[in-house]
């Protein structure tokens, strides 16, 4: 055994995260923990690794046991270059002659993970940046690893990449994960955190849904007797002198114990409720392109593009971090216009776009306000609802209707973002990573929600599970302008790309056909240069993302209203986004220009 939790309780305040929870963990086993937000998950992984201390019990851990831990928060990591980065995962030595085996380890370990030591951590995409922080949690060889929300900020690729590795990993796993597909692909064991509360549940994730369901319900009907005992001792309690003259006072402290375990009862937090308004249908033709192409600078990021939406497709978009996925729904809904080609936008489309960078929210007003810009009402299929009603649904507390929306969490502002989104009558849904942030169950629930949808829907997702469960065909993005169409949903895509490289791989060295495209083209290309090559794409795709975002903050009506100082910085700030947008295009172009051998 490597750790076990014996009796252990925390709270933060009044509310109990743990209560009196038991929890082991053997050598090999990988271990995934689940559970709704705020339930406590990372309070527990910070148990387990030593930065929480209990209110109660005891945690136990294998003495010498080396535990590493991958945090969610990619923003407490300091800078320097990667290769420091990862050496901070390295333990304290003791004796000279130790040095030269912890520099072969660090050695080892980047060129595992295919990271350049020497590149500047703070300049790397959110994805490369969790590929880092691996490493360093890696380089120490853990028998125990802890994983908070590994998946984010990760493609579809690289969350392929990290499963593998992940499957030749010696030591035991225990992680916090939302994408369904990842737990079934890694781990053998579930562990549900639900009102303070652990269950176990050996077997895969559809295992663990059908037998936790058998549990809840079983739960309500126990609950659902319970209530009616204590109504009908509630009754007798209250009966007239002559009654209580001769009542049995066994009976009544009976009663009064079963209201105090009326008042203990933890209730589960209610299910967002999730419709769509409906409006009238659009024209037959939703979309129509012929040989569109979108260029920023000298890199062409949609290239030939020809495909026709008709009403009610259901697509999803997927290619790797910086591919132009978001670029190509610009494309589509009149954003951007082809620099060549033509596309064509069908009649009577009335869209609702959930975006990935949340840049609908504003952050400064209250919650309220962010779903109705004025009075208290909602009109939702026809019917006036009152906002708190509405925002109840979405699992928002009264108190919590004035509070601006800068001050919400991540999965709290998706939900807020949904709800803003679904109070506009739509045809058209348009999805770009709405399961960023959300719990399974909040999840599965959007995921009914879409797929119930009568319109058409573009999805920009890396959840391979969502896709599968919505879509009906994809677009797909090779990262070199390439948009290629695919019916069926992600794993029948994922049978046939395995299938088309299988007779290939003899020829492909090892290891080699795990690489990017553009770092097999690189051979003109340094190591350091191939990396940054490859990164190039995210980071101007992200620097494009925050320009958009402060655009739209200088074009609203009250900015130059604000105090003048934020209003020069805010400018500042973005010509200086501009600028570093200009230099990343134009070193794109140097190294494309490099590898072409020009």
């Not at 002659?97 to 072969?104: A, K, M």
């Not at 066994?250 to 209730?267: D, K, N, T």
């Not at 958009?548 to 100082?565: C, D, E, I, K, M």
Request: aromatic share 6%; hydrophobic share 40%; charged share 25%.
């Amino acid at each position: 055994m490597l750790l076990r939790l014996d009796q252990v309780s925390l709270a933060f305040g009044s509310r109990p995260l743990l209560d009196a929870v038991e929890l082991s963990v053997d050598a090999g086993e990988r271990v995934a923990l689940v559970g709704r937000n705020g339930e406590g998950k990372s309070s527990l992984l910070r148990l387990v690794a030593g930065s929480q201390p209990p209110d109660a019990g005891s945690v136990w851990r294998r003495p010498g046991a080396r535990l590493a831990s991958l945090a969610q928060d990619l923003a407490d990591v300091q800078s320097g270059s990667v290769g420091e980065v990862v050496a901070g995962g390295l333990p304290p030595t003791h004796a000279g002659d130790e040095s030269w085996q912890q520099q072969q380890r660090l050695t080892e370990t980047l060129t595992r993970l295919e990271l350049d030591g020497a590149a500047d951590f703070n300049a790397l995409s959110g994805g490369w940046r969790r590929r880092a922080l691996l490493a360093r949690a890696l380089v120490c060889d853990p028998q125990l690893l802890l994983l908070d929300e590994p998946t984010n900020h990760l493609d579809i690729e690289a969350i392929e990449w990290l499963e593998a590795l992940l499957g030749g990993f010696s030591g035991a796993l225990l992680f916090v994960s939302h994408d369904r597909a990842f737990i079934d692909n890694v781990t053998t064991r579930i562990v549900d955190l639900d009102r303070g509360h652990l269950g176990n549940w050996p077997g895969n994730y559809q295992t663990y849904v059908e037998r936790k369901a058998a549990q809840l319900a079983a739960e309500a009907q126990q609950r659902a007797l319970f209530d009616k005992r204590l109504a009908q001792e509630e009754v007798w309690i209250r009966k007239g002198v002559e009654a209580r003259r001769t009542r049995n006072e066994g009976r009544v402290r009976a009663l009064y114990q079963m209201r105090e375990q009326h008042r203990a009862r933890r209730e589960r937090v209610g299910r967002v409720n999730l419709t769509v308004q409906r409006t009238e249908t659009s024209g037959e033709l939703v979309f129509e392109a012929e040989r569109a192409s979108v260029a920023f600078g000298e890199r062409t990021v949609i290239r030939d593009f020809s495909a026709t939406i008709m009403r009610g497709d259901r697509i999803g978009i997927v290619g790797p971090n910086g591919a132009g996925k978001s670029t190509l729904i610009r494309l589509l809904l009149g954003e951007l216009e082809p620099q060549s080609g033509r596309l064509r936008r069908g009649t009577r489309l009335q869209v609702a776009y959930y975006d990935q960078q949340r840049a609908q929210l504003q952050l400064t007003r209250s919650v309220m306000e962010n779903v109705c810009d004025r009075g208290d009402q909602v009109v939702i299929n026809g019917r006036a609802r009152h906002v708190s009603g509405y925002l109840r649904d979405f699992l928002f507390r009264d108190e919590q209707l004035r509070t601006p929306a800068a001050a919400l969490s991540g999965g709290e502002r998706n939900r807020l973002l949904l709800a803003r989104l679904f109070a506009s009558p739509a045809n058209l849904l348009v999805m770009d990573e709405p399961t960023n942030d959300l719990d399974i169950d909040t999840l599965e629930l959007l995921e009914e929600m879409v797929a119930d949808f009568p319109g058409t829907l573009l999805l920009v997702s890396h959840d391979r599970a969502f896709l599968d469960h919505v879509v009906t065909s994809l677009l797909v993005l090779d990262g070199n302008g390439g948009v290629n169409e695919f019916v069926g949903g992600y794993s029948d895509w994922l049978r046939y790309r395995n299938e088309r490289r299988e007779p290939a791989r003899s020829a492909v060295p090892s290891g080699a056909a795990a690489r990017p495209e553009s770092a097999k083209k690189a051979g003109r290309l340094g190591y350091k240069e191939q990396r940054e090559f490859a990164a190039l794409p995210a980071t101007i795709e992200q620097l494009e993302a925050e320009q958009t975002a402060l655009t739209a903050t200088v074009n609203h009506p009250q900015f130059y209203v604000g105090q003048h100082a934020t209003v020069q910085g805010t400018l500042q700030q973005l010509q200086q986004l501009t600028g570093k947008i200009e230099a990343a295009y134009a070193r794109w172009a140097e190294l494309e220009e490099k590898l072409a051998g020009r």
